[in-house]
């Protein structure tokens, strides 16, 4: 069974994030083996420089090295990535199977996003939408995403 993995810098406060999200993982345990990693997000002044913004998503950045699992293809959402549809979506999970690749990981980065080095690793870059959304929203819209990718794959009628 394939793994995928969040990891996502900031912890879900709100209930009705966190069971948004639970009932994700809740209908993906059919399919994959989820795992999600909350990071802390690195404490800034209330109108940081880019310097201090820069060296705290280096911070971040070194966390989030350090949960990829081996063997991962991993996918930085981020404002410059590219949009996909959902049947795009869904075609990054299948073709796990043909590659030495065994894990999914998908990042999410904090209000400041994520290091460019940590973006350059990423095999893929990942856009939601050009619109700005919280990234607590962000992680419930990705689970639902990658539930609809695997119906899809599966040919379920979750995909309409």
Do not use: W
């Amino acid at each position: 069974m394939l793994s995928v993995h969040l990891i996502c810098v900031g912890k879900l406060k709100e209930p009705f994030y966190k069971d948004a999200c639970a009932e994700y993982a809740k209908r993906l345990s059919a399919y994959c083996r989820l795992t999600v990693t909350e990071l802390p997000e690195e404490k800034l002044p209330k109108d940081p420089s880019p310097a201090q913004i820069d060296a705290a998503l280096a911070k971040e950045a070194a966390a989030i090295r350090g949960k990829i699992p081996p063997s991962s293809r991993v996918a930085a959402l981020c404002i410059e990535g590219r949009m996909r549809s959902s049947q795009e979506m869904a075609q990054l999970f299948p073709a796990l199977g043909h590659s030495p690749d065994k894990h999914m990981v998908f990042l999410i980065g904090g209000s400041y996003g994520l290091h460019p080095t940590v973006k350059a690793q990423a095999h893929t870059r990942l856009s939601m939408s050009p619109m700005t959304f919280p990234h607590h929203l962000a992680r419930v819209m990705l689970l639902e995403q990658i539930y609809r990718g695997f119906q899809i794959n599966a040919g379920g009628s979750y995909h309409k």
